[in-house]
Antibody, heavy 120, light 107 residues
Framework: QVQLQESGPGLVKPSQTLSLTCTVS??????????WSWIRQHPGKGLEWIGY???????YYNPSLKSRVTISVDTSKNQFSLKLRSVTAADTAVFYC????????????WGQGTMVTVSS | DIQMTQSPSSLSASVGDRVTITCRAS??????LNWYQQKPGKAPNLLIY???SLLSGVPSRFSGSGSGTDFTLTISSLQPEDFATYYC?????????FGQGTKVEIK
């Protein structure tokens, strides 16, 4: 059974880069057919899709964040990562990694989420 | 971007009630519509994909319908564990977008 787990700092200073990693267990990120996404949720608010990556390295980013986001994959470690540059307090959120399952075309598996606060 | 609009934003209901939540897309998304349930402090869980396909293990009291721009999530008989926030999401195109959520509260 595939599971996802986010990791990274819970506190980032304004103007710095937020970096998170999602580790995939119970299955291979390279098995194909699935996209691997980052999604965030501001406190008390709805869900915002940040972008996704395929195991080959191809990416698509939400245009609203595209200028500040990089998603990368490390197939040898079965991980994918998020970098969000030049953060402000408005980037404070719970960040989730999720599988965008090719079969269902839905976010069928989620990590538990990690809270990231942007503050000096 | 495709805008997803849910209604109502919140509702109060009793155990055993039939509950209906609607989701409207700003343009046709065929049947590429998914529904999630989220409880406080937890990640969302997929309930229904492709508008009407129930994920394995999800109780049959949940059902989805619709195509094009208008979709519905129905809970046939609300149970105590169903009090949560529900989100629709389109997977027709990128960027993926979600509805603003519908909070189902206890009356």
């Amino acid at each position: 059974q595939v599971q996802l787990q986010e990791s990274g700092p819970g506190l980032v200073k304004p103007s710095q880069t937020l970096s998170l990693t999602c580790t995939v267990s119970g299955g291979s990120i390279s098995s194909g057919g699935d996209y691997w996404s980052w999604i965030r949720q501001h406190p008390g608010k709805g869900l915002e899709w940040i972008g996704y990556i395929y195991y080959s390295g191809s990416t698509y980013y939400n245009p609203s964040l595209k200028s500040r986001v990089t998603i990368s994959v490390d197939t040898s470690k079965n991980q994918f990562s998020l970098k969000l540059r030049s953060v402000t307090a408005a980037d404070t959120a719970v960040f989730y990694c999720a599988r965008d399952g090719g079969e269902s075309s839905a976010f069928d598996i989620w990590g538990q989420g990690t809270m990231v606060t942007v503050s000096s | 971007d495709i805008q997803m609009t849910q209604s109502p934003s919140s509702l109060s209901a009793s155990v055993g009630d039939r509950v209906t939540i609607t989701c409207r897309a700003s343009q046709s998304i065929a049947g590429y519509l998914n529904w999630y349930q989220q409880k406080p402090g937890k990640a969302p869980n997929l309930l229904i994909y492709a508008a009407s396909s129930l994920l394995s293990g999800v109780p049959s009291r949940f059902s989805g319908s619709g195509s094009g721009t208008d979709f519905t999530l129905t809970i046939s008989s609300l149970q105590p564990e169903d009090f949560a926030t529900y989100y629709c999401q389109q997977s027709y195109t990128t960027p993926r977008t979600f509805g603003q959520g519908t909070k189902v509260e206890i009356k």
